[in-house]
């Protein structure tokens, strides 16, 4: 398995083009229209439109189709009309959008935190009242800053900030993608993003879209041998969710091998290094020192959510009851479950195809540790999917192998999941599950 990746080089040339054959002649070639076009544009910032123009309209085309699907859906069935507000229901289809987690984020956003550890007595799955302690900061701050600027609300600024986060991963997918396999994979990566199972938060009161969009200029920054900037994202990122933790070992362990390469010296890497945990760790310390107890914040997330680590027992598990056809488990959602299942089934086969890609140490370690993470904790299973969404390299691996289809092929590829994605995507975890 290679590792070589573009913390060794600088070139912008795409890693695992070849050099020699029909491929590079075909690297050479896009490199040259993209030069072409930097040239044409007048100034920087028409040189990175032209750039990422195409990606990112692409990706929002197939986002504004799902959600046009997801809220056909929703108005046919009226079942969000039934349901209570903020648990799936609301007076409008939109306000599903603002459901769930995102009921947390908004009163965060308007209220600020209060970490409390309060008993609670009588249910066998929960030991402490919920608390709004347990949702990073980062996200609920921006809508806050949003809605202050803008004077939209809890829900608008939430939607605000997550559409732009979206744009800002999509970009940040295609510029990775581009270095491992060209212009065309990048623009495939950035339409898949949009179309992966669990990618309805994208556009909901969710924190995803702004986490990827930190990870993937995280990892972009490590590929470039950008290390304060890496570190930096990775630290902000600390703020945002919890399972930054796989991102600041990917940031971290590059970082550590660059130093002991000696390839950027010894301040920048180093530097990296010592600044990504803080985010994360500063974060969890407050709860504990807001709450009286220094491991409060594990004992809201285990005592009031049921998440803990478990080396992937419940996953096993549920596993085993969804295919031998038992739902009686906790949280057991079909429709969900189903789609979980279906995308474990193709994950062994998306890991092969990163592979082909030949990604650099710092997407691997991310990536296993985000799959690691996604599986090995107790959790809702039918949310595997949502889980999985910040494991981007996943899908570059397979846009770079899709690079070569034609695009007439392409759309016909793409046409049925651009149309199922608001229901897989978004009505399935919104409305059938609990995101």
């Known amino acids: 398995?290679?590792?070589?990746?573009?913390?060794?080089?600088?070139?912008?040339?795409?890693?695992?083009?070849?050099?020699?054959?029909?491929?590079?002649?075909e690297a050479a070639t896009e490199a040259e229209e993209r030069a072409e076009r930097a040239v044409r544009a007048p100034g920087r910032f028409m040189a990175l439109a032209d750039r990422f123009a195409p990606a990112l309209g692409a990706y929002a085309v197939v986002k504004a189709i799902g959600l046009a699907v997801f809220l056909v859906l929703l108005d046919h069935t009226g079942d969000y009309l039934k349901k209570q507000v903020g648990r799936g229901g609301g007076a409008h289809a939109w306000d599903v959008l603002g459901t769930w987690d995102g009921v947390w984020y908004q009163r965060i956003a308007e209220n600020g935190y209060d970490p409390q550890l309060i008993p609670l007595h009588g249910?066998?799955?929960?030991?402490?009242?919920?608390?709004?302690?347990a949702f990073f900061p980062l996200y609920p701050w921006l809508m806050r800053l949003v809605g202050a600027v803008t004077g939209l609300g809890p829900y608008g600024s939430g939607i605000a900030v997550s559409v732009l986060a979206s744009l800002v991963a999509a970009a940040g997918?295609?510029?990775?993608?581009?270095?491992?396999?060209?212009f065309r994979a990048g623009v495939i990566a950035a339409v898949i993003w949009g179309l992966f199972p669990g990618s309805g938060v994208e556009w909901a009161v969710y924190s995803d879209s702004l986490f990827v969009a930190l990870s993937a200029w995280a990892c972009y920054c490590v590929m470039t041998r950008r290390w304060i900037?890496?570190?930096?994202?990775?630290?902000?990122?600390?703020?945002?969710?919890?399972?930054?933790?796989?991102?600041?070992?990917?940031?971290?362990?590059?970082?550590?091998?660059?130093?002991?390469?000696r390839k950027d010296g010894v301040a920048r890497p180093l530097t990296a290094m010592l600044i990504t945990p803080w985010g994360l760790f500063g974060y969890v310390a407050w709860v504990g020192w807001r709450m009286g107890d220094w491991g409060g914040y594990f004992k809201l997330q285990r005592g009031a959510w049921n998440r803990y680590f478990d080396f992937g027992a419940s996953t096993l598990r549920t596993v085993m009851d969804v295919i031998t056809g038992h739902w009686d488990f906790w949280q057991s959602n079909p429709v969900p479950d189903l789609i979980a299942i279906?995308?474990?089934?193709?994950?062994?086969?998306?890991?092969?195809?990163?592979?082909?890609?030949?990604?650099?140490?710092?997407?691997?370690?991310y990536t296993a540790l985000t799959v690691f993470t996604a599986l090995s904790s107790n959790q809702i299973f039918g949310n595997i999917s949502r889980y999985l969404l910040p494991a981007f390299p996943l899908f570059i691996g397979l846009a770079v192998a899709l690079r070569r289809?034609?695009?007439?092929?392409?759309?016909?590829?793409?046409?049925m999941p651009v149309l199922a994605a608001g229901w897989y995507a978004g009505y399935a975890l919104f409305e059938l599950g609990i995101p």
């Open 1 to 25: 398995m290679s590792t070589a990746s573009s913390t060794e080089s600088s070139s912008t040339e795409p890693v695992g083009t070849g050099s020699s054959g029909p491929e590079s002649a």
């Open 123 to 133: 249910f066998p799955l929960a030991t402490y009242y919920e608390n709004s302690a």
């Open 173 to 182: 997918i295609f510029a990775i993608a581009e270095r491992l396999g060209g």
């Open 229 to 261: 900037a890496a570190g930096l994202l990775a630290l902000v990122a600390g703020l945002n969710r919890p399972t930054a933790a796989a991102l600041i070992a990917a940031v971290s362990i590059a970082a550590l091998v660059a130093l002991v390469r």
């Open 342 to 365: 279906a995308l474990l089934i193709a994950l062994p086969g998306l890991l092969v195809l990163l592979r082909q890609a030949r990604p650099p140490l710092v997407l691997w370690v």
């Open 405 to 415: 289809v034609r695009t007439s092929t392409l759309v016909g590829l793409f046409a």
